[in-house]
């Protein structure tokens, strides 16, 4: 019984860590597709409404029940009371995507005092941290700021980055490479 | 009317009978009087004449479950000595805005008439009504004895109708107003509750905004010695509960306030002992905001849980993952999907004697792609809870093969409700419609009852339900199903199907029409955004006259697109408050 899940799980990681840039909800085809450069991930709209994707269907819907920005009315069909939990939190939640992952994770960086304890969380990738040389792709962690300029996580103190920083995303070092050279000191001692 | 009785009962034809002498009168309504579901009563009418009668004058509680399905003049006629109504309005669908306002519902001519025929009326439960300020004050002065008022999903009126609730209601034993859509005027109507009030049993006002004045509550909790379910909103601190919580350590079921606030370890102690003085606790709510900080107080109070209601929680795995060891007698279970699978694996292995679980997305509209839950988390749960009977499910991916073992696992399913988030969304392993998941679903639970279906599906599915599902009353359905064969499975099948509800669906006029033999035995049909036309309605309408056809028109479309309908029995033909927009065939 437990067969199905520790495969599928395993088989799933496998999956996770395999940079097939796909969106998410499709299916992976492997490592097919364009490679996306760095603007456009940040400009990506993912989640948008998959009725157009799915294909083999041979559904038909006549019209559509779509408003403005390709947002269905009513759906998911979840009520009014639930719709506003994650806004009305207080704290600061940013979220952090990782390349390759489709999924991201919403984090309270006001949990936080330091970059070693933040680095530290785990990320989507199940056991992976943030920044662990151990797992053999090292990803460096960049955030957008204020400004909408990425930069690279560790520049600042923490402070001043935990007040600026909108999103944090953790790519691949090819992927980093046009930011701007960091020092370097602080990430690769802060995180062992 | 006056309650006292007629005979009716001609005695002459009884002493004919060479059989057993019958039983008067007052025997069998005694005994008709223990059958108390409304079911059962409603057979029991249906058995013969005298039966009949002996249910009319007995029965006291009464449930309608669509207001448009019979008038209040009929319901007073038929039952003379009703103390209990529980009525419901709108269409399911309305909770997610597609049903405009102002289409109906309103309780205020049923209240009219239960004044004249029923003073002695002590319970009125209401769900998907409209209800003004007005009626609730009508309410509060034409039924001296009212006692129980329970207003779920309701809208039109303010707390200043609660104020008058408060005022008048001398006997009142419940106050439960949940999710309703409300105008929060202030928190000044729970002071309206006299010194001399002591009788409340039931106080649920957390879905309400504003303050109250803790004074006032803390006051009315402390006199108020049969309390059992106290539910405060999120306005009423960690420090407030405490102190309420020492006031009725008889309360069964809890709803804390906002869980977040700056405690120091005195106080923190004396949580910890609150909720430890609760020895009849089973049920908890609220928890706004708990993060793990404070969590740890509700401790002693857990391994008596049967209930835990953390779906406003934004908790992640490890804090769940810490706090559910604690609670192995949970029976019910409400999360958010911050939780993750690795959340969902510690329900699996906490708690064995899980019989519902629902499962939250605390960002269901978010553009980017949040992680929550998928096929595994759902997994590991069925794994470790066979007991396993009501499910929930939001999640953004799904595979047949997990759905297959999962059912496998807990094959006593009564309630399956399966949202995958993404519209039309295959088996993201296979890349497979998902109609063999809900075909092992409907093929394994004998006594499934409810079915909300998603992902990408095909008539297949459909085929499948109408086949299998024998015990089906509730069907959810959007965004699947390839053509009119699909929703004709359902209406050919499904012997006990009562409500179906269907949006963006590729069903036309045809599949509307096939289910002609079955809306009688419905309480309703709501389809919108399907391939229906106005055409297609009327013929509904033509050939079945007892059937109410609605059919909402929208601006936009089209004026021969019949773009949502809601079909209906009812007894009294169409509805006369029904709003220009509504237009019943």
């Given amino acids: ?192 | 009317m006056d309650p006292v009785r007629k005979r009716t009962k001609d005695l002459s034809k009884s002493v004919d009978s060479a059989h057993l002498a019958p039983f008067p009168d007052e025997v069998l309504e005694k005994v008709l009087s223990l059958v108390k579901s409304h079911k059962d009563r409603s057979s029991v009418s249906l058995v013969c004449k005298d039966w009949y009668n002996a249910d009319r004058w007995s029965r006291s509680k009464i449930f309608i479950g669509n207001c448009y399905s019979v008038s209040p003049e009929i319901v007073a006629r038929r039952f003379p000595n009703i103390r209990s109504v529980t009525l419901k309005g709108k269409p399911r669908f309305s909770d997610f805005n597609l049903v405009p306002q102002n289409w109906g519902a309103d309780i205020h001519s049923w209240l009219v008439v239960f004044a004249q025929v029923y003073p002695f009326l002590e319970e009125l439960r209401l769900k998907r009504m409209v209800v003004s300020d007005e009626s609730l004050e009508f309410l509060a002065n034409s039924f001296p004895g009212f006692k129980v008022l329970s207003l779920l999903s309701c809208d039109g009126f303010s707390t200043d109708g609660l104020k008058a609730i408060a005022t008048h209601c001398k006997n009142l034993t419940e106050l439960d107003i949940q999710e309703n859509g409300i105008d929060d005027l202030g928190g000044g109507w729970l002071s309206c509750f006299p010194e001399t009030f002591v009788s409340l049993e039931v106080l649920n006002f957390a879905s309400l905004n504003s303050d109250v004045t803790f004074d006032a509550l803390e006051r009315l909790v402390s006199r108020c010695k049969a309390l059992r379910v106290l539910k405060v909103n999120k306005h009423i601190s960690l420090e407030q509960i405490q102190k309420l919580l020492l006031r009725a350590p008889q309360l069964m079921e809890v709803g804390t306030g906002s869980f977040q606030q700056e405690l120091v370890p005195r106080q923190f102690a004396e949580l910890e002992t609150a909720f430890g003085s609760c020895k009849n606790l089973h049920t908890l709510s609220g928890l706004w905001e708990a993060s793990s900080v404070y969590l740890p107080v509700i401790y002693p109070a857990c391994a008596n849980l049967t209930y835990l209601n953390l779906s406003y929680a934004t908790l992640q795995s490890d804090e769940l993952s810490k706090l559910l060891p604690n609670c192995s007698n949970l029976r019910r279970l409400w999360v958010l999907d911050t939780v993750e699978d690795k959340g969902l694996e510690a329900v699996g292995s906490s708690c064995p004697l899980l019989e519902e679980l629902r499962v939250f997305p605390a960002d269901p509209f978010d553009q980017d792609m949040v992680h929550g839950v998928t096929e595994s988390g759902f997994v590991a749960v069925s794994s470790g809870c066979r007991k396993l009977h009501y499910v929930l499910y939001f999640c953004r991916q799904m595979t047949n093969a997990a759905v297959a073992t999962i059912v496998k696992n807990c094959p006593d399913f009564t309630h399956f409700r399966l949202c995958i988030m993404n519209p039309g969304q295959a088996d993201y392993l296979t890349n497979d419609p998902m109609d063999e998941a809900f075909g092992a679903v409907v093929k394994t639970c004998t006594k499934l009852q409810r079915l909300a279906v998603s992902g990408l599906l095909t008539d297949k599915t459909f085929e499948y339900i109408g086949k299998y599902a024998k015990n089906l009353e509730t069907l959810s359905v959007a965004f699947a199903g390839s053509s009119d064969r699909g929703m004709q499975s359902v209406m050919e099948g499904c012997p006990k199907l009562r409500k179906l509800e269907i949006r963006d669906c590729p069903f036309g006029n045809e599949a509307l029409l096939s289910g002609l033999d079955k809306y009688e035995s419905m309480r309703s049909l709501w389809m919108s955004a399907c391939n229906l036309t106005m055409n297609g309605c009327r013929q509904l309408a033509k050939n079945m006259p007892r059937l109410n056809v609605e059919v909402i028109k929208d601006e936009e479309s089209d004026d021969s697109e019949a773009d949502k309908v809601y079909v209906y029995r009812s007894v009294v033909g169409p509805r006369r408050d029904a709003p220009p927009f509504v237009l019943t065939l």
């Fill in chain 1, 1 to 192: 019984m437990n067969n199905l899940s520790e495969s599928g799980k395993s088989g799933m990681n496998l999956k996770e860590t395999e940079l097939t840039l796909g969106l998410p909800g499709e299916p992976r085809v492997g490592k097919a597709c364009m490679k996306r450069v760095f603007s456009e991930t940040v400009d990506l709209e993912l989640g948008n409404s998959g009725k157009k994707d799915s294909s083999g269907s041979g559904s038909s819907m006549k019209k559509e029940s779509a408003t403005s920005r390709g947002k269905l009315v009513g759906w998911p069909p979840v009520r009014a009371h639930r719709k506003n939990i994650m806004t009305v939190k207080s704290g600061k939640y940013v979220k952090v995507g990782v390349d390759g992952a489709p999924y991201l994770r919403k984090v309270d960086l006001e949990l936080y005092n330091s970059y070693e304890q933040f680095l530290s969380i785990r990320t989507v990738l199940d056991e992976k941290k943030l920044m662990d040389p151990v797992n053999g792709v090292e990803y460096v962690p960049t955030y957008e700021d204020k400004d909408g300029d990425w930069m690279l996580v560790g520049d600042v103190p923490w402070k001043m980055f935990a007040e600026s920083c909108k999103r944090v995303r953790l790519m691949t070092r090819s992927e980093a490479i046009g930011l701007a050279p960091r020092p370097e000191t602080k990430c690769s001692s802060s995180s062992s």
